[in-house]
């Protein structure tokens, strides 16, 4: 029996079948995606991943590897009567290298706690998103995760000096600490960043760390319109070096952040849509340049500078509480797309026109990470599975050239979108990767590709 | 027979089986590495390439991919029989999208051509070398190619946006644009960079620019030895966040640069070893902040620094030209290997040390990319087949805990060390992946792996 075999693995207290123990691990935060578990498996050490492995071949159970369960696709909870193998336990935050700035993590670490760890040794983790409590960093590896950065230090594939992951059979592949360079064969680190554990299951990860910016500044400023903001971002990213990150809202958003989330307007006037935009030196305060190059847009009152951590805090909660606000509404459709920086404005106006043309009473809310392409689309509304906004919208990505999915991944919600996002030779490329590492397809079960 | 097809494919000019025309294509610019080709192609299309591929395949005959035939672990010219498929005429520049910084280029593209078209649209390339007249985009991308400022922008790698590639079978895989966020699926671009020619054939990229500084600073700084010049490194690298290149050599590589190069003396004084620190900003001159960072070293005269192109040009001098100094006294056995930061100093001690152990009359010149643990071991004096040396050093990177390659690959030269750095779990899985994608294995055959 196979939840025997998995108690004898990870002891009594780390096997939950209960129905009520396993409910927190079998629905996601979104509440969109849920399924019944066969178990809960909760292993402590790499040793145990490989055995559980090992007995889920042996019995053919699917098993789904679970991180901080913040995913948007349902990549990380059962579709039904699968094994979830919760990392959580495997937080061990190792010793900061202080002068190589690296630091090697388990997969169940939160990034909260790797930040924490970071920044005591005077280094900053390269990545950030607001989920940054839950989100653990075997999980934000597993599926790229970008957050607000990425235009500066790229996204998790960009951190990974090292990895120790498990394969379907129990290999254990271990490459700890790892060095910024190493050509010794196919990086097999960058191959599981965003396989979304269909390959293996990441247990430990060395990263790599950033500088801690002693300086930074953030700015709000309203535009007139989509296209005259987006412009602004391109300008800001060319001519101002020491950009941080570019985010765009609208005044739908804000207006749900005010309400919900009880932050105040950046300013009395108000624009359809807003930049934030940070900046950061370690060497001096970014402040005068950002004035400057914002001056330059002549947008009179619409227009504020923080550099005090607790204006930059409030300035940066309008942005991330976008989040929070959506769902105080009701349950949305949550769509992460991007598309090319040339058509991010038609993208931020399009994507209402063509959900209100399927569903007249949806409300649509969309923000993003406008300085490498990300939008994402919130469409609140519809019911949890009715899927024709999803697929207007998606299909407005295909139009521009985009990506349906930037950085949250495929999962199950977007398996059909695969194929026609990157085309059948694409993916048969990977079904054929697949199929090496994992012959018997037990390596979480249809996400990525239909079974 | 296979020539007349190739010669049906790609042309009577282009398909070369004359021995003499096929001579530059057989030897690397080492010397080091050569063997006889069956015939060069040098196809005008990805079309002609999988024509090739599938041509091969029939005939079971293998292919080596090359570009600018710069590197130095023998994978770009034939062991003896296969084509070698020259993809030079590939080498179109697109137009650079000047809001995005990103811009499409042919896989025969030298380096130089595509940093020349972003500056005249106001970018910079991320990746920076000094084979850049004849390294190609294609090559750089198989090979991950790094150069000086991995520390800043990443390796080949991190560069890539999207690319055209063909499989052994004949499919074309293409995804270009390509955005910077697009999490659908396994990052094919990611595996082929560093594949070294032994997955699919590299035909086009789509590569992400970087800002062009305004502002740059070189320093050449002068240590009584590597340990002294690597915390300097260190704690340049964490403290002064306007870095872009930390490089280190030692007197014996500038004696060397100076006798045959040309080059003048950094200083009058001479010290053991050299750091070159790059420092750039596009909003301010970096000079004052790199000469306070030095002068907390009291190096006294045993430093200099230039913000002028030229005199920054003349400092770059003394590192760029030590490979022709050191290719100038003879045919150098060159290992490019990485060691972690805590271990380099004692790297480039102990390298020329276990050098000599085995060959007395040996010489070893050391230099490398301190930034990020690489170092090039360049041995002088025993012959091209002699492999002790090589065996000495890259013994001493296991011990020290390093990759035996950094930079330039495991080629023909590596395949044996690559079992013993990487272990053969993780060769195996490497190999799982070649097998689903090449079964015939004509790609680079006795690249990467043993036949």
Request: glycine content about 12%; proline content about 4%; some cysteine.
């Amino acid at each position: 029996m196979i939840s025997d075999d998995l108690r004898d693995i990870v002891g009594e207290r780390h096997c939950l079948t209960d129905t009520a123990l396993r409910a927190s691990y079998e629905t996601d935060w979104t509440r969109r995606f849920s399924g019944s578990a066969l178990a809960v498996v909760r292993p402590g050490s790499a040793k145990e991943v490989a055995a559980i492995l090992r007995a889920c071949v042996s019995a053919g159970v699917g098993v789904v590897p679970q991180g901080g369960n913040t995913g948007l696709v349902g990549g990380s909870v059962p579709r039904g009567g699968e094994v979830v193998l919760s990392l959580l336990r495997l937080n061990e935050v190792g010793n900061v290298d202080p002068d190589a700035g690296e630091v090697t993590v388990g997969a169940g670490a939160t990034l909260a706690s790797v930040q924490a760890a970071a920044r005591a040794a005077g280094w900053e983790v390269g990545v950030d998103l607001g989920a940054r409590d839950s989100a653990t960093i075997g999980g934000m590896v597993a599926t790229n995760a970008g957050g607000v950065n990425v235009l500066r230090h790229g996204p998790m594939r960009r951190q990974i000096l090292g990895f120790e992951a498990v394969m379907a059979d129990g290999t254990i592949l271990r490459r700890l600490p790892g060095m910024p360079k190493d050509n010794t064969g196919y990086d097999l680190g960058a191959l599981l960043a965003g396989s979304e554990g269909t390959l293996a299951v990441i247990t430990q990860v060395r990263l790599r760390l950033v500088s801690r910016l002693a300086h930074r500044a953030v700015a709000v400023a309203g535009f007139e319109n989509a296209t005259l903001a987006v412009a602004a971002a391109a300008r800001l990213r060319r001519e101002l070096g020491s950009v941080l990150a570019l985010e765009l809202f609208t005044d739908a958003g804000m207006e749900l952040v005010m309400r919900h989330a009880s932050v105040a307007a950046p300013f009395s006037a108000r624009r359809p849509a807003y930049l934030l935009i940070e900046a950061g030196s370690d060497e001096r305060d970014p402040t005068d340049g950002l004035v400057a190059a914002l001056e330059a847009f002549e947008l009179g009152d619409a227009a504020v500078v923080a550099s005090d951590p607790g204006g930059r805090h409030r300035l940066w909660q309008l942005r991330e509480r976008h989040t929070e606000a959506v769902n105080a509404e009701g349950v949305p459709h949550k769509l992460d797309v991007s598309v090319p920086l040339a058509r991010y404005a038609e993208m931020v106006d399009r994507a209402p026109v063509v959900v209100t043309a399927v569903d007249e009473g949806a409300r649509t809310i969309v923000y993003g990470h406008v300085g490498d392409g990300n939008v994402h689309v919130n469409v609140l509304g519809p019911s949890a599975d009715d899927e024709q906004v999803d697929d207007a919208v998606l299909e407005l990505v295909l139009e521009l050239g985009g990506s349906v999915s930037a950085e949250h991944g495929i999962g199950v919600a977007k398996v059909d979108w695969l194929v026609r996002d990157r085309g059948e030779d694409a993916v048969d490329a990977m079904r054929a990767i697949k199929a090496a590492w994992d012959p018997d397809g037990i390596l979480n079960p249809g996400v990525l590709f239909r079974p």
